[in-house]
């Protein structure tokens, strides 16, 4: 068997898992950054927070059994829940942010493999920052998908 990494199949699980789910309906999903100038209300990024610096996801690598191989993976991915409304109502841009955190959750939840990428996947933790800025109250909701998996095709 060959070895590879499963975190772009984990990313492209996502993605298809959060577009695909109902309950965020009306709110772009982005795989990874966009080079798009266009101004977004409500968006949920999948392996993308937004920052120059941060790390969009990374993985863990285990022995596992005696043979070693194939090696149990722990994937990290990192996403962002963003919300821009064009007045200061931060309060609710900040209950929409989060509405849209508890949608991706239960787009995970509703899959656990991602459609057979993974096999658990959760929402392991989230920050939250906010602003009021010239376009309005901006909140994003960042959020850690941990995933458990074995390397392979």
């Known amino acids: ?55 969009d996801a990374e993985s863990a690598l285990v022995g596992e059994g005696l043979g070693g191989s194939p090696d149990r993976e722990q994937l990290t991915i990192r996403c962002a829940a963003a919300v821009l409304r064009g007045g200061d109502d931060i309060v609710g841009a900040r209950a929409r942010a ?3 955190l508890s949608e991706a959750g239960a787009a995970i ?25 010239q376009q309005g109250a901006q909140v994003i909701v960042m959020f850690e998908v941990s995933c458990d998996t074995y390397t392979g095709r």
Not at 1 to 21: E, H, N, Q, R
Not at 30 to 51: C, F, H, K, N
């Open 1 to 55: 068997m060959a070895w590879a990494s499963k975190v772009p199949a984990a990313i492209d699980g996502l993605v298809a898992a959060f577009t695909d789910w109902p309950g965020l309906a009306g709110v772009t999903v982005r795989d990874g950054p966009s080079t798009s100038q266009a101004t977004l209300m409500e968006v949920v990024s999948v392996g993308y927070t937004g920052g120059e610096e941060e790390i």
């Open 98 to 100: 989060f509405q849209l």
């Open 109 to 133: 939840a509703a899959n656990r493999t991602l459609g057979g990428a993974v096999m658990r996947a959760r929402v392991a933790s989230h920050s939250l920052s906010q602003s009021l800025t």
